[in-house]
């Protein structure tokens, strides 16, 4: 069986301010109107004997895995939770060890969650291919046949042929990212491919090559899935036999090491969307060879990307232009600097802000709330709860809040009493009191709360009871 392991831990820094820590750029709808990790799990439908995927994701985003899971109606086999990111090396080995419980046998489709892949019918060629290499035994990585001397990945020097499966290849050597010379000369040669970091191989092989380079990393990552919890639907691996595993990525830890190395060479309109710029480039322009998005208007405006997410945008008399707009940051920059966005997110580190964190809306399993406006000692928000979905039953020993019911019916719990609120009423709530919010009705509830204290961060939260297990 063919099982599917989505990585989904990554943070996307350089497509600032859309992709945050709180909501990394694989569960952003950036092409199309699916997310970006919703993409990568569709467009493995039809491919024959095909498990559910394995997801391996961060512990803080597990919510909107399985949210966005749940929307394209996909059950995955396993959802397991890592405590700290280890890299791509122990994410792997952690979904091999869960396959292998599940099927003997298993062979493991590696994919990062925020890929693009434009031809699909080649993309299932390849991994069949792929799979005939690895049920000899190989480790089988993809090779992007590259069509410029591209500087910001990685390559792999093609070995050589594999006898009856034109396309692949031996893995000779790989290559870091080179100069801008060096990637000129490899195009020119035709023997080199871009590192696409997916991979097909069969658990157990990888599970021995990995010990046999890297014992320390495959024990404390068998230790970690050995002693996982459940929770909910999740698989939290063990925090302390983790955190004990090195760091390191499947190209350093195996790939570079193994003499079973092989790689398919494919055309298949990919790209790893690692820019603005990148975006602009893989997604359809206009006649102008500009791409906007949202409430936009670009006279006189030339192969500029343009995002509109919470007003209009005009820009006038730009070339070569990157703009995104969200409702708490714009990032304006040429084309040319799109890589260096890392810098941003760097002093907004430094200077102890929240920008590179959290989007004005914040999604929870229950619904999410968003920022209104805010001041020195009170807050206001717009606060959204699904059907059927309730808060946690919880107290703030800083803040008092007050509700007012916009839209919906609310089973409110306030200290020993309990009240049902219709639109257009109100409830408050003292500092220190415990309290809960329960949508009872049919459609989503919405309400305004505004926080009043000395003290207004997120971290002022005492729960109590939480059907969602949050600590």
């Avoid at 298993?106 to 069949?128: C, G, W, Y």
């Avoid at 941003?344 to 929870?364: F, G, P, S």
């Avoid at 999410?368 to 020195?376: A, P």
């Avoid at 007050?402 to 409110?412: D, I």
């Amino acid at each position: 069986m063919l099982f599917p392991v989505v990585l989904s831990g990554g943070s996307g820094t350089r497509l600032w301010p859309m992709s945050r820590a709180a909501l990394p750029k694989q569960f952003l709808p950036l092409v199309t109107s699916f997310t970006m990790f919703q993409e990568t799990v569709l467009r493995l439908s039809g491919l024959p004997d095909l498990a559910s995927p394995i997801v391996v994701c961060n512990a803080d985003h597990r919510f909107l895995a399985s949210e966005q899971l749940r929307k394209i109606d996909v059950v995955p086999s396993s959802l397991l939770l890592e405590p700290m990111g280890k890299n791509t090396a122990p994410a792997v080995a952690i979904a091999a060890f869960s396959a292998l419980a599940k099927d003997a046998d298993a062979m493991l489709l590696v994919l990062p969650a925020d890929h693009l892949v434009e031809n699909v019918p080649a993309f299932h060629q390849a991994i069949e291919q792929a799979v005939r290499l690895a049920e000899r035994g190989g480790l089988v990585t993809f090779g992007i046949q590259p069509d410029a001397p591209a500087t910001g990945f990685g390559y792999i020097e093609k070995g050589t042929p594999v006898a009856g499966e034109e396309g692949s290849y031996a893995v000779a050597r790989f290559v870091e990212k080179p100069s801008a010379e060096i990637a000129e000369s490899f195009l020119a040669t035709g023997n080199y491919c871009w590192n696409s970091g997916m991979f097909v191989f069969k658990a157990a092989v990888y599970l021995e090559e990995l010990k046999r380079h890297r014992p320390e990393m495959h024990l404390a990552c068998e230790q970690a899935v050995k002693q996982a919890s459940s929770d909910l639907d999740f698989c939290r691996i063990d925090e302390v036999a983790f955190a004990a595993c090195p760091s390191d990525s499947i190209d350093y830890a195996v790939m570079e090491h193994t003499k079973q190395a092989l790689m398919v060479s494919v055309d298949i309109g990919w790209s790893d969307v690692g820019s603005w710029e990148a975006l602009a480039d893989a997604v359809e322009s206009g006649e102008d060879g500009n791409v906007k998005r949202g409430d936009v208007f670009a006279p006189e405006t030339k192969n500029t990307y343009i995002r509109a997410e919470s007003r209009m945008v005009v820009a006038m008399g730009l070339e070569d232009m990157v703009i995104v707009e969200t409702a708490d940051a714009v990032l304006v920059a040429h084309k040319d600097h799109s890589q260096n966005v890392k810098q941003a997110v760097e002093y907004l580190k430094q200077a102890e802000r929240t920008e590179h964190l959290v989007h004005r809306k914040v999604y929870r399993p229950w619904g999410y709330y968003e920022g209104i406006d805010q001041g020195r000692h009170y807050q206001v928000k717009r606060i959204v709860v699904n059907v059927g979905q309730k808060l946690s039953l919880q107290l703030h020993q800083y803040r008092a809040e007050h509700w007012v019911l916009v839209e919906g019916l609310a089973n409110v719990t306030v200290g020993r009493s309990k009240r049902l609120l219709a639109a257009n009423e109100s409830i408050y709530i003292p500092v220190g009191v415990k309290h809960r919010l329960e949508n009872v009705g049919d459609i989503p509830l919405s309400l305004i709360e505004i926080q009043t204290g000395a003290y207004l961060g997120e971290d002022d939260i005492m729960r109590f009871e939480d059907i969602y297990k949050r600590s």
